[in-house]
């Protein structure tokens, strides 16, 4: 992976019709918004014909300093399912899409993309190559159980209820598709029997997609709570109910006991990437009445967040059991990016939604620093001018300035979600 490769990328952009560079300099700026702008993510957008002919909207998957030209990885592509789905849930949410013709037609073209790269098998693949293949064969592309099937299913799901409004026949192609993916769901991840193991002492799960995957999980269980929503299925709540109880089953520790009540992100171990349990469960059991997901959500932002934040933050962690004692194995600090940071912050805000506690608007506030300063190198990694996030933080003296697609929409996630609370904002200055 990440063998990126910016001379083929300006050779298959070229005999594709595309210019391998910024599309534009001038601010995009809504003088109404503190933080978002989309220039960045405008410029890594660019529409592609997919193999059959149709137009679609893509996310090009890295841009990289000084100049922040589109560069593509050799073994993986241009662009990829799970930017791009990332994308079109941004532009689902943004607050002026129902008057913004430009945002919406991104949304469809970003959409299309999606729906375009599901399998006959029914998954779907993750890649397009630069000349403009889809990528059937590199292990972080195949049409499998995977991220980008899960990330592809949470945003199909999401955008239904807008389609089935402004275009039902879009709404029938993507019911159509999540019906597919909801049947492997059953028949290759719920169909499995709840049976635990024990690994490095601690008792985990063996249910969830790779046994114990509790970052997959989460979104995962995200897609069937709108896939719920619409079809009341009692199969889907029980699978909803059964990925919550293995989700459930990795969260260690006590509220004051290491590792303070964090889910585990696989095994033994944790990590900030994709830590959207708490979100998750937090988010279905509001709205399904589930108060022991609530109460664990709750619990990991109660107490494993403020530990996350005077330790200035983590990269991953690893734990054993002995008897009942949980032991720290090691921690890692770096290397911190914007996607270890963004769930922490939707989770505090669902929190708030939950209990309308302002301690939780402080601690969403506290959180969101890490993107304007306040974190281990001192970097403001978001630049409100431009819209760019820079990609990590390896040390307190190295910040990756390169500016991908992963990074900028998790970037926009966040601030995107801040937005609806001005005593976050008015805490952070704006």
Not at 62 to 78: M, T
Not at 217 to 235: F, K, T, V
Request: glycine fraction near 6%.
């Amino acid at each position: 992976m990440k063998n990126r490769n910016s001379f083929m990328l300006w050779v298959f952009l070229f005999l594709a019709g595309f210019a391998c560079k910024e599309k534009r300099t001038d601010p995009v700026i809504d003088s109404k918004r503190p933080f978002v702008n989309t220039q960045h993510l405008e410029n890594l957008y660019h529409e592609v014909k997919m193999p059959n002919g149709t137009v679609a909207g893509s996310i090009v998957i890295y841009s990289d300093f000084p100049n922040y030209n589109w560069v593509a990885d050799e073994d993986e592509g241009l662009t990829c399912v799970d930017d791009v789905a990332r994308a079109a849930l941004f532009y689902l949410n943004e607050p002026d899409l129902a008057g913004n013709v430009a945002k919406q037609q991104k949304l469809d073209k970003l959409v299309e993309f999606v729906l375009q790269m599901q399998a006959e098998n029914g998954y779907f693949y993750n890649f397009l190559f630069g000349n403009l293949t889809i990528n059937k064969t590199f292990k972080t592309s195949v049409a499998e159980p995977n991220w980008w099937s899960w990330r592809a299913f949470w945003c199909l799901n999401d955008c239904y209820a807008y389609y089935q409004i402004k275009d039902p026949a879009m709404g029938v192609r993507i019911d159509v598709a999540t019906q597919k993916l909801w049947v492997l769901i059953q028949k290759d991840v719920l169909n499995k029997p709840q049976v635990t193991e024990v690994i490095s002492g601690l008792t985990i799960p063996t249910w969830l997609p790779f046994g114990s995957a509790v970052d997959q999980s989460a979104i995962i269980l995200l897609g069937l709570l709108s896939y719920y929503e619409r079809h009341n299925d009692a199969a889907v709540l029980s699978g909803m109910q059964k990925l919550a109880d293995g989700i459930l089953l990795m969260q260690k520790g006590e509220t004051d006991t290491y590792p303070f009540k964090a889910f585990l992100s696989f095994q033994d171990t944790w990590h900030a990437y994709a830590g959207d349990a708490a979100y998750a469960l937090l988010t279905a059991g509001k709205k399904l009445k589930k108060e022991a997901w609530i109460k664990a959500g709750m619990q990991e932002v109660d107490y494993f967040y403020p530990y996350l934040i005077s330790k200035g933050y983590l990269e991953s962690l690893q734990i054993s059991q002995s008897v009942t004692t949980i032991s720290k194995v090691k921690e890692s600090q770096f290397s911190q990016i914007s996607y270890g940071i963004r769930p922490m912050i939707w989770a505090t805000l669902a929190a708030y939604d939950i209990s309308k506690d302002s301690k939780y608007l402080k601690q969403a506030a506290d959180i969101t620093g890490w993107y304007l300063n306040r974190n281990p190198a001192g970097a403001v990694m978001y630049d409100t001018n431009t819209g760019r996030c820079f990609d990590g933080i390896g040390s307190s003296s190295d910040v990756n300035k390169n500016s991908g697609a992963e990074s900028t929409i998790e970037a926009l996630w966040a601030f995107q979600k801040i937005e609806k609370y001005p005593e976050v904002v008015s805490l952070l200055g704006k």
